[in-house]
């Protein structure tokens, strides 16, 4: 399973719909949506500033992650963004590896 920082944005009738059903209902949507591809809620909070939603989740592979971002955009209701999470011992594992790279114009 891979994690996922989540950040989120509601947008026109995204906003309103949010208002009308509230913050729970909100949260227990997208834990049906997690379910559906086998995945797990572990955090979600709203916040002021920047962006409106954050969380992390979890989901058995990144096309399921994909596929839940590409649904959730597609409403037009919320804007959300994810990033894979990456333990510690993954980085220690990416950085023994050498892959090969030749920079631009080098």
């Given amino acids: 399973m891979t994690k996922y920082l989540f950040e989120a944005n509601y947008v026109g009738e995204g906003i309103k719909g949010l208002m009308r059903e509230g913050g729970t209902k909100r949260r227990d949507a997208l ?43 597609s409403s037009g209701s919320v804007n959300v963004r994810l990033k894979p999470l990456l333990t510690p011992e993954d980085l220690d594992d990416a950085a023994k590896k050498t892959p090969t790279y030749r920079a631009p114009g080098q």
């Fill in 31 to 73: 834990v049906d949506a997690l379910k559906s591809v086998g995945g797990s809620l572990e955090c979600f909070y709203y916040a002021f500033g920047e962006r409106d939603v954050l969380g992390v989740f979890e989901v058995p592979s990144p096309s399921d992650a994909a596929a839940l971002s590409l649904l959730i955009n």
